[in-house]
């Protein structure tokens, strides 16, 4: 009885397949009939059975994962160095070329006693004006300009056309109108309202001497920077056998590098700056995004490191 059990148990498979004679069918009904323990295991074969990974599936679908991933990163770390390089090159491009003064580069006419009107040149694409209360004098009001042009401007800018601007102060006093040049060299009287002249704007007038130097603050945030790695390579030196604490001073210098990288993207090897906000503002821009860039290559080839030699297991 044994025996035919277990002939039974291999065919009921088949049986419930409909896939035997009609001999063997009838043969393993007729057992069925006086055989309980086969009925069991003929009613647990009737039952759909739950659905069994092969082995190797598991391995390979977290081998896919980790692919998707990579390809995510990698689009991430492309993409973050492109923009790095797209804005460098758009600040080198948009850099100001300040022009030196030449006679009618700037043309100032009178409106009142409260201002005057500035027309620059058509070469000029670009300006800015600061007007203040001249330390020199208290009744004086001294208005600063400045006019450039860029590559940028030169290149795809379409014309504009002569460029002016209406320059007011809050009080009766005379003014006067310096043009900075910011090339070294020293900054130029253009204008003096005079309500007793007879236009009012006495061109060419004597005034002191001076010369506008460029702002120096890039090369504090330089040494900074320098001085931050130093002190992050010290500290990776002390902790290289701690893994965890040596990740976290690699990624804390990674700022520095991405800062000194993109100060020479926007300055070159110059620490002098007649813009200091644009210069700083882009310096930092750039940073941050190539400071991304790279925690995130930090983040992949620590991975990469970590990835065993060997296959993965199931995986032939």
């Not at 790095?84 to 850099?95: E, G, N, Q, Y």
């Not at 409260?114 to 209360?133: A, C, H, N, R, W």
């Not at 003014?175 to 090339?183: E, F, G, K, Q, R």
């Not at 070159?268 to 860039?293: E, K, M, N, Q």
Request: one cysteine or more; glycine letters at 4%; proline letters at 5%.
């Amino acid at each position: 009885m044994r025996n035919e059990c277990n002939i039974i148990r291999d065919l009921l498979p088949l049986y419930a397949e409909n896939m035997v004679t009609s001999d063997t069918a009838d043969f393993v009904e007729e057992h069925l009939k006086g055989c309980e323990a086969c009925r069991r295991e003929y009613a647990q074969t009737k039952e759909p059975q739950p659905r069994q990974e092969e082995p190797s599936a598991a391995p390979l679908r977290k081998l896919s994962q980790q692919l998707k991933i990579r390809k995510i990163q990698t689009m991430a770390l492309t993409a973050l160095f492109v923009i790095a390089l797209l804005v460098s090159a758009f600040a080198v491009l948009d850099a100001p070329i300040y022009f030196p003064y030449f006679e009618g580069l700037v043309t100032p006419q009178g409106l009142s006693d409260k201002g005057m009107l500035l027309t620059f040149d058509e070469k000029v694409t670009d300006f800015s004006y600061t007007v203040y209360e001249d330390p020199d004098d208290g009744n004086l009001y001294s208005c600063q300009i400045e006019a450039w042009t860029s590559l940028w401007d030169q290149w795809f800018s379409q014309e504009k056309g002569n460029l002016s601007a209406m320059v007011m102060t809050e009080h009766r006093r005379p003014m006067v109108a310096v043009y900075i040049p910011n090339d070294g060299t020293e900054d130029v009287c253009i204008a003096k309202y005079d309500p007793d002249a007879e236009n009012q704007i006495e061109q060419n007038v004597d005034y002191e001497s001076r010369i506008t130097l460029p702002r120096l603050s890039l090369t504090y945030y330089f040494v900074l920077a320098v001085a931050a790695l130093s002190v992050m390579g010290i500290l990776w030196l002390l902790a290289r056998k701690k893994a965890k604490l040596r990740v976290l001073i690699e990624r804390m210098g990674l700022y520095p590098v991405a800062y000194l990288i993109s100060h020479c993207m926007v300055s070159g090897i110059s620490w002098a700056s007649y813009a200091l906000p644009r210069d700083l503002s882009l310096t930092v821009f750039i940073s941050i995004l190539l400071y991304s860039g790279l925690l995130l290559a930090h983040h992949v080839w620590g991975l990469k490191r970590e990835e065993p030699c060997e296959e993965p297991s199931g995986i032939r």
